[in-house]
């Protein structure tokens, strides 16, 4: 079960592109001085820095069971569409799955296939026997990510007790949140300022 997002959350507005397009041209930029054979500031030799202006695109899957039933409000996607909207992203689709590993991965396959964005899960995250998303996304994904898992743990005190992973698959980078709104957007807030640029990298810029 799945629907469109609504037009309102699939609009970034344009100040949040412009924040992020320059927030991508400043990581650039910042380690500019760092690259072999960098001119002292004020030689007026230019230096050239790898950007990519990627369209920051995302897409919302929700794993629960009472959700995909019909028998509980979905308020996690909605927060994550919120502040990912916020934070310059187009919410492109939004999912809802019933837990476990089969339905978990191939919605995940789906959701990622041709697709160059970012590919947020929420729930299925927990000590739960049916809490299984992390085991389905390591099914999907090619390359680990565990730096953005990590720094999501660490947004509350009740990290340690996510499982949730993060990789890649093609051009698309995958995170798993908690099912809960607020350890979701949480999450999200933790990895806000790096996203842009990990979309970057994976599609195709130079390593600054």
Do not use: Y
């Amino acid at each position: 079960m799945w629907h469109e997002a609504a037009d309102w959350r699939s609009r970034a507005p344009a100040e949040h592109k412009s924040v992020l397009r320059r927030r991508i041209v400043g990581v650039a930029v910042r380690h500019a001085d760092r690259l072999p054979g960098r001119s002292p500031e004020g030689s007026g030799d230019s230096v050239t820095t790898s950007v990519v202006d990627v369209p920051l695109k995302a897409k919302i899957l929700t794993v629960s069971e009472s959700v995909s039933r019909g028998t509980r409000q979905d308020r996690s996607g909605p927060a994550l569409a919120d502040v990912l909207v916020r934070n310059g992203f187009r919410i492109v689709e939004q999912r809802t799955v019933s837990d476990g590993v089969g339905p978990v991965a191939a919605a995940l396959i789906e959701l990622s296939a041709s697709f160059a964005g970012l590919v947020v899960t929420t729930g299925g995250t927990g000590f739960s026997p049916t809490d299984l998303t992390p085991e389905a996304t390591r099914t999907v994904v090619e390359r680990d990510a565990p730096g953005l898992a990590e720094a999501m743990r660490s947004s509350s005190p009740l990290g340690c007790l996510s499982r949730g992973v993060a990789g890649t698959v093609g051009h698309c980078l995958v995170l798993n949140v908690p099912g809960s709104p607020r350890g979701a957007v949480e999450s999200i807030e933790a990895v806000a300022d790096v996203l842009a640029h990990a979309l970057e990298l994976l599609a195709g810029a130079r390593p600054h």
